[in-house]
């Protein structure tokens, strides 16, 4: 069975991401799902103004 989650590792600044785990604390999100709520609303906003983005899904 494939797993349907991508693992990528971002390298960010220490603080900014200090200030950005506090705003997800604050939503009652962990750090991870505050990055996915962002890439969501960020998709939604440019299907929205260009269409829906094609997707292989054999890409990784």
Request: hydrophobic share 30%.
């Amino acid at each position: 069975m494939k797993d349907t989650f991508l693992r990528y590792t971002l390298r960010v600044d220490r603080v900014l991401f200090q200030k950005f785990r506090y705003i997800a604390e604050s939503e009652g999100r962990s750090a991870n799902k505050e990055i996915e709520q962002y890439l969501k609303r960020a998709v939604a906003r440019y299907e929205k103004e260009h269409g829906e983005i094609p997707v292989d899904n054999h890409e990784d």
